[in-house]
Nanobody
């Protein structure tokens, strides 16, 4: 069993900051890429940022220069520091981890958290 639990969402005014966290737990052998996605009402889920185990990052154009993704491999945790928030950042933010489970050989699969709501008021 693997669980991803997000935290840190909330309501913030435009221009403000939030820091999201996502901790993975369970029978984990190793974690490859960890990512943040978001889904606004009536829109498709989109990739916000991802980070490899070695720390290589990639961001959606809409968040470059404002958001920073990081991870703590020892804690199986990924973070998303969100600065200069805009109303259009309002969405349900999901954590994703591509990982290998203990006892399942070399096969990796994607796991998702339940989501944390971020609401930015104008």
């Amino acid at each position: 069993q693997v669980q991803l639990v997000e935290s840190g969402g909330g309501l913030v005014q435009a221009g403000g900051s939030l820091r999201l966290s996502c901790a993975a737990s369970g029978s984990i052998f190793s974690i490859n890429t960890m990512s943040w996605y978001r889904q606004a009402p009536g829109k498709e889920r989109e990739l916000v940022a991802h980070i490899t185990r070695g720390g290589i990052t990639n961001y959606a154009d809409s968040v470059k220069g404002r958001f920073t993704i990081s991870r703590d491999n020892a804690k199986n945790t990924v973070y998303l520091q969100m600065n200069s928030l805009k109303p259009e950042d309002t969405a349900l933010y999901y954590c994703n981890a591509n990982l290998r489970r203990t006892g399942y050989g070399p096969y990796a699969a994607d796991y998702w958290g339940q989501g944390t709501q971020v609401t930015v008021s104008s």
